[in-house]
């Protein structure tokens, strides 16, 4: 959820194992949405996928909040073996307390 004005800073993610998904569910015309050098309008019902570890960005300069439905998939050259230690290792940092260090 993204409230009327709001902006999420440029950021990147610091695992490229996963790709993450966006589909627009509330999305007033005007917010945008950038991963590069690429700027992207939503479209209600319609979703893209990105690496997010290029920087990308949100913005809403709307009146109205923006919802999408955010989630993560596994990039499709990964192996159920890779998936499998990869989730371990998340985890073990997710009890751990932080993110680990690469």
Known sequence: MLR???RI???TGFLNCRLIGHLSLLTP???SFRVGNETRYWERGKAWVFN???EHEAYNPTDQTRVILLFEIWRPELIADEQRLISALLEASDNF???PEL
């Open 52 to 54: 997010d570890t290029i």
């Open 9 to 11: 800073e440029p950021h």
């Open 4 to 6: 009327p004005g709001q």
């Open 29 to 31: 015309p005007g917010c």
């Open 97 to 99: 307390g932080g993110q």
